[in-house]
């Protein structure tokens, strides 16, 4: 993060210092600007002052008094006559008539005129205000004033902005070094947790600093942490649970086939070891069936093909199919089916959704119990509610049941044959329906699947 640093860094300082650069210029030049036109301007006033007094008496006593004044004064005058005589001047040098210039037009304004303003290069500023008796030219006060005083001022005023400048300079680069540590130290954090991650170590905290894309990046990395560590311990998880249920049956099969190939076993024991040999074997078909269609699932390789079902027909053809399985445990299976019920689905995966359900109620119910199908059809949603007079399952494994691998009873779950994916491959299904599943259950009162689909379409003659 040192180079990102450095990079913000001499980016802020390019733009911060430009900026800066370009404001005191423009600052400078508007102030300098201004202060020659007020010089200019407080000279002319002078001038005019001077003026409006020789107008009214245009004597000796009056221009002397003029010139008395200005000779203690930072300014000089000249006064002259129509045809540019002087007729008084507080220089003590004969210099200034070089710069006396007789006005060769005969209409200069009331207000005067400014004669020289280029104090940059020139030793004076100079403005003249002619003098008027009965709106004739008499004569014109010259009014001078030294650049020197100007440029000692200017030089004052770039002092003080030098001063300024260096300060603001000082300030800039102190407040660029904070600003690019506030910006980069959440973002070092960032690559060290992401490092971290990359290393396999997801227990990273990286608290929210601020309400800004930051703070939000931050948070989001957090989420992907907690994410990562809960694949990593559901890949683990099923690694383990997967090894186990391959594992069991594998022996089950290895120990009852070299039992069997013995010479001295009885044919009635040997027959029964070979049954179990093939239970096993279709448990573990059964098993990498399962795994297979989980997979296809995760991989979104399964297709749904949606048209509108009649769900009365679904559930009476499962009624069919599964009768003699629920008559040989003595179970009562019933379907609560409007006859036009209709979802929008794909009759092959709903099929399997309900049957899932439907053998899994079956299994843990005892005999003479029930297990009732209900439809309920609404305007915006279909409800399918599985209930059943069994075992229930605990209220603290409720939440785990839809894991993979998950069961409640493992050795009773073994017994009925059960690989531990059947609610969670119902889930994912009922998931790319875009419908919700949920259940409800009492131990020793039965337990309730809730299944939820958005309705389109209307009802199916």
Not at 177 to 200: D, F, H, N, R, W
Not at 203 to 213: A, G, Q
Not at 245 to 274: F, H, M, Q, W
Not at 282 to 293: A, K, M
């Amino acid at each position: 993060m040192r180079k990102l640093s450095i990079k913000l860094g001499i980016l802020f300082c390019i733009i911060i210092f430009g900026l800066e650069a370009f404001m005191f210029s423009y600052l400078h030049n508007s102030i300098v600007n201004a202060r020659i036109d007020d010089e200019l301007s407080s000279l002319q006033a002078r001038g005019n002052s001077h003026r409006d007094i020789l107008e009214k008496h245009f004597v000796e006593d009056s221009i002397s008094h003029v010139i008395l004044m200005e000779s203690e004064a930072l300014t000089d005058v000249v006064i002259v006559n129509q045809k540019g005589e002087v007729l008084g001047s507080s220089f003590d040098n004969e210099n200034f008539k070089k710069y006396l210039i007789y006005p060769q037009k005969t209409e200069i304004k009331k207000k005067g005129e400014i004669v020289e303003d280029d104090w940059k290069n020139k030793p004076y500023i100079i403005t003249i205000s002619p003098i008027l008796q009965k709106k004739e030219i008499i004569g014109y006060v010259y009014m001078y004033q030294e650049t020197d005083s100007i440029h000692t001022l200017i030089g004052r005023l770039n002092e003080h902005f030098v001063l300024a400048g260096i300060i603001a300079l000082l300030l800039t680069f102190i407040v660029i070094i904070l600003l690019t540590k506030a910006l980069t130290k959440p973002l070092v954090k960032m690559k060290e947790a992401t490092y971290q991650i990359s290393k396999g170590n997801f227990l990273v905290d990286l608290p929210k600093t601020s309400n800004d894309e930051l703070g939000e990046l931050a948070v989001s990395l957090k989420e992907l942490a907690r994410d990562l560590n809960f694949l990593k311990k559901e890949r683990n998880d099923f690694l383990a649970s997967i090894s186990h249920e391959l594992r069991t049956p594998l022996t089950y099969i290895k120990g009852y086939a070299d039992i069997s190939l013995r010479k001295n076993i009885e044919e009635e024991e040997k027959e029964k070891y070979l049954r179990i040999i093939v239970e096993e074997a279709n448990r573990l078909s059964t098993l990498i069936e399962d795994l297979f269609e989980l997979a296809k699932i995760d991989k979104n390789t399964f297709l749904i093909q949606k048209q509108q079902i009649n769900l009365y027909e679904l559930l009476v053809k499962l009624q069919i199919k599964m009768s003699p399985a629920f008559k040989e445990k003595e179970i009562d299976l019933t379907i609560n089916c409007p006859r036009t019920s209709s979802l929008h689905g794909d009759p092959a995966r709903m099929e399997q959704i309900i049957f899932n359900l439907l053998d899994n109620a079956m299994k843990y119910s005892p005999k003479n119990s029930k297990v009732e199908v209900i439809v309920t059809a609404r305007k915006k949603e279909t409800e399918i509610i599985i209930h059943d007079n069994g075992n229930g399952i605990p209220e603290e494994d409720l939440p785990y049941i839809f894991n993979r691998f998950y069961r409640v009873d493992k050795s009773r779950t073994r017994s009925l044959g059960g690989t531990g994916l059947g609610l969670s491959i119902v889930q994912e299904l009922v998931q790319a329906h875009e419908g919700t599943i949920r259940v409800e259950s009492k131990l020793n009162i039965g337990t309730t699947f809730i299944l939820s689909f958005k309705t389109y379409g209307g009802e199916v003659n």
